[in-house]
């Protein structure tokens, strides 16, 4: 067999880490853990109220700056490696484990479903089709709309759980317009009569997740069910307004958060650059505090007060878990280098067209 021509390397550098960015991964990271933290709870409207608003939003506003982040994707050298290392073995990594412990205490899955996620890995999967279908949402004449018409019609058809698919198509519309930003438009966020009606909006929308969300299915929003099984029960038509809703408001306060995150270095900015490692960690601690020490049946009889306390103690794991140690320790097993298992890339050679160097050539010198 002949060798394979030499990989030419990364089309685009990779470019400094931006403050905004790691502020809004590391706010949008306090959600997911202290969400994650509430799911046993929300038995009771307290956490209810507090688990459905932070799910109206944490999960859009994640992948809207993880496509905005990825809008230059085009599977180049050093695109490829990096979704190998940091979604790819992550994936594998992370899936399996939780799998396994869960059978070890629960039974259950009876056998190991790598491809179809149960938890955590759901987002990696997603990040993994999202990226590599980027080209093509950056191609469309109306990828938006088109994104949108998708999302809708997922939850009339029955979808296998294959790398998160239900998800994948559901929560697409965030990926895309992520895609479609710019910095010019993040900045106009900062407007400050912007800011005061995001204030607003956020905290009026909490006042009333707290106030009606002990009658609302908090199903909907995993985004991952047919419309038509239980518990949505939704017919069609019914489901499509739902899941539009759920997108408008997905949306709207995703922006609104986005608004009042700040643009300056800080400890925040920091931390927020190691949210990959409090991700794929986090859902190691909860399981383990829930299955070994039953931990969070035992807290529902402090009423409220176990609510508060689990949102402190989530917060303060969560910026634990987003620690240089943490990170030192952890990036050989999530963010390998993996040279041994890449060719070796051929810087590409620049070459200037033939008519170009005769135009050079016959050009008039420029008068002195």
Known sequence: MSSLDPLPVATTPPKERVAYLDNARY??????VIGHSLTELVVMDSAKGVYTWIYAFHMPFFILISGYTARHYVGDFRQIRRIVSTLIVPYLLVETSLQ?????????????????????????????????????????????TTSIVISLLAGLIEIPNVLALPKVLALLPFWVIGLHMNRELFMKLGDW???????????????????????????WLLWKDRYEE???????????????????VGAALTFATLSLIPRSRSITTVLGGRTFYCYLLHGFVIIWLDRQFDLWQKLEQYGALSVVGCMVVAVIAANLLMTKP?????????????????????PPSVRVPAASLEAEQIRPAKAP
Do not use: N
């Open 193 to 219: 009569r912007i800011r005061v009606a995001s204030v607003l909006l956020l905290a009026g929308s909490f006042v009333i997740c707290q106030v009606y969300a002990h009658g609302w299915e908090t199903q």
């Open 230 to 248: 239980e518990p949505l029960t939704a017919g069609p038509w019914e489901g499509m307004m739902t899941r539009g809703e759920l997108l408008l």
């Open 326 to 346: 943490v990170a030192t320790l952890f990036r050989p097993l999530f963010e390998p280098r993996l040279t041994w298992l890449f060719r070796e890339a051929e």
């Open 100 to 144: 396994l412990i869960t059978k070890h205490y629960d039974g259950k899955p009876t056998h190991l479903m790598i491809l179809s996620p149960q938890w955590l890995g759901w987002f990696l999967a997603a990040l993994f089709i999202w990226r590599i279908t980027t080209p093509i949402w950056r191609a469309l004449k109306y990828p938006i």
């Open 27 to 32: 706010w949008v990271m306090l959600l997911v």
